[in-house]
């Protein structure tokens, strides 16, 4: 092979995974139970208007009710059965983003650059330059109900919430793409949007941690010293997320979180790409997907 395709072989290389920069913008529209609108493409805008609902809530009966309410701000501005909008809450204009690796939502790592088709040097990011990060309020507000009820906290993908979680999707973005929550700091939550890969010869795995490959289904510890390789944390989403029927007929379904009654807890929102899945590639360039968000609880009156 001659120096010119040597050159031509590396910059090919330096497309593919963590180590490329993704040029991505992320666009967010309000329609009724839209969250966000991501669209990966260069140079685009951002803007902070969609909106998060809450749905439905099993459980009411009588004077004994529970509703799961929401609020933009944790103040005076809870309401049951409405949109609330998804707050920023950091301050990066995404018009430049990367992909990144994380294990836990705390410690995001980037690669600068690569080196012999390799991605092998990380940095912590700093601010939440190249994610996107928005903040709602949930609340289970009860009367009637012992010390011990709780409400089970779910993700609602009935046609009455929105529907289907995805839509408008276009390309292959949402196969390296993660949903990140949090609740109130502590309990999180990574979700994977698809169980798609990307067709054969558009994945690759060039990203090395101490001299040691990072393998499908693994991510980086950004918060260990030295940096690790970790497992992906990261779950199927529909693992959390009811139907038409709530629960019916889908006991395997696991909450988010178990709600204390009348508690407020503050819901962190996290998009990014995971730069150590193999489907993060530069085949998600230009592509796009609307991603909505819909809550459902139900009330649990024995829940330890």
Same mark, same amino acid.
């Given at each position: ?12 290389? @330096? =497309? ?64 049951? $059965? ?35 088709? =390799? ?5 912590? +990011?700093?601010?939440? @330059?190249?994610?996107?990060? $928005? ?20 993700? %609602?993908? *009935?046609?009455?919430?929105?529907? *289907?979680?995805?839509?408008?999707? =276009? $390309?292959? +973005? ?9 609740? %109130?700091?502590?309990?999180? =939550? ?8 990307? /067709? ?16 499908? $289904? ?14 992906? /944390? ?5 693992? #959390? ?13 696991? /909450? ?13 929102? #996290? ?5 150590? %899945?193999?489907?993060?590639? %530069? ?22």
């Amino acid at each position: 092979m001659d120096e010119k395709q040597k050159q031509e072989q590396e910059s090919e290389e @330096k =497309k593919f995974g963590i180590g490329f920069i993704l040029k991505t913008a992320f666009s967010l529209v309000t329609t009724l139970a839209m969250l966000l609108s991501f669209t990966a493409a260069t140079y685009a805008w951002f803007s902070s208007n969609g909106l998060v609902s809450t749905d439905r809530v099993s459980g009411r009966s009588g004077t004994d009710e529970v509703e799961l309410q929401i609020s933009r701000t944790g103040g005076n501005d809870f309401q049951g $059965g409405k949109e609330a909008p998804l707050v920023q809450v950091n301050s990066s204009s995404s018009e430049l983003l990367m992909p990144v690796s994380t294990s836990d939502l705390r410690t995001f790592v980037i690669n600068p650059g690569m080196v012999d088709g =390799k991605a092998t040097y990380f940095e912590k +990011i700093q601010n939440e @330059k190249n994610i996107y990060h $928005g903040r709602i309020y949930l609340r289970a507000a009860a009367q009637g109900h012992g010390e011990n009820a709780r409400l089970a906290l779910y993700l %609602d993908g *009935s046609e009455a919430a929105g529907g *289907s979680l995805i839509s408008g999707m =276009k $390309g292959l +973005i949402a196969n390296a793409a993660r949903l990140g929550l949090t609740f %109130d700091g502590g309990n999180s =939550k990574i979700l994977r949007l698809s169980e798609a890969s990307n /067709p054969n010869g558009q994945q690759t795995m060039n990203t090395m941690v101490n001299g040691v490959e990072v393998k499908a $289904g693994q991510v980086i510890n950004g918060s260990a010293n030295p940096m690790q390789i970790v497992g992906d /944390p990261s779950q199927p989403i529909a693992n #959390y997320m009811v139907g038409e029927d709530g629960l019916t007929g889908n006991a395997s379904l696991q /909450p988010l979180i178990m709600m204390e009654l009348n508690r407020v807890y503050a819901v962190d929102v #996290y998009f990014y790409l995971e730069g150590c %899945d193999p489907d993060c590639t %530069d085949v998600a360039r230009l592509d796009s997907l609307n991603l909505h968000l819909a809550f459902y609880g139900v009330l649990m009156e024995e829940a330890n």
